[in-house]
């Protein structure tokens, strides 16, 4: 497997990033949708924000039974149901401010895509994306059941390892993107290809490799 990586430079302009891989055209176009951002340099949470965004385009809820919905979402993702998806977070931070600017600097014709703060999980059901900062404090395993189908992407150490699908993990000066394939799998959701060959799929330490 290779790896999505974003390397963090510390220049004499704070939080300028040079991003490689698959996804850096498509994470700067994001990125100057928002005022003014085409004429600044980049931080590390306008970028987990940035990716957060796109990683709805590589994935396929395979089944959803929310309130007022009972038709499984089973083909891939078009681009209108990309576009009304609901990203969802418990506690806002930087990196949810961010994402919150991006859906709002993105809300074009079609453009539907919504955030919710929760109060809790109880309600998680209504979103396809959920955003567990490192500001959570929450170090504790994350259950959900199958038929929640939720892409859950957080920031914290050891968030696949406890039950997360997504995690953005920093070393050094580099920000990589780790996948527990199981949990995706365990949630009926499924990750295009062409973002598991650019992230580092993460086994538990009594599993055997993954093979995709």
Known sequence: ?????????????PGFVNASGMM?????????????????????????????????????????ATTGQTAALTAALTAAQTAALTYCAVH???????????IAAKQTAGET???????DLSNIRQCHILFLGADNNKSESLQLR???????????????ANGGIIEFRRQG????????LATARAQRIQISSKLL???????????AKIDD
């Open 1 to 13: 497997m290779g790896s999505i990586v974003v390397s963090i430079q510390r220049t004499k302009t």
């Open 24 to 64: 850096f055209k498509l994470l700067i176009g994001l990125m100057i949708a928002i005022p003014e951002a085409s004429s600044r340099s980049y931080e590390e949470h306008e970028i987990k924000a940035a990716f957060l965004y796109s990683f709805a385009q590589f994935i396929t809820w395979e089944t959803r």
């Open 92 to 102: 806002e931070g930087p990196v949810v401010n961010a994402l919150k600017e991006l």
């Open 113 to 119: 895509r919504r955030y919710t703060l929760l109060a």
């Open 146 to 160: 199958p038929e929640e189908s939720v892409l859950t992407v957080g920031d914290s150490q050891g968030f696949v």
């Open 173 to 180: 000066a580099r920000v990589q993107v780790h996948i527990n």
């Open 197 to 207: 060959k650019l992230a580092t799929i993460y086994n538990a330490p009594d599993e």
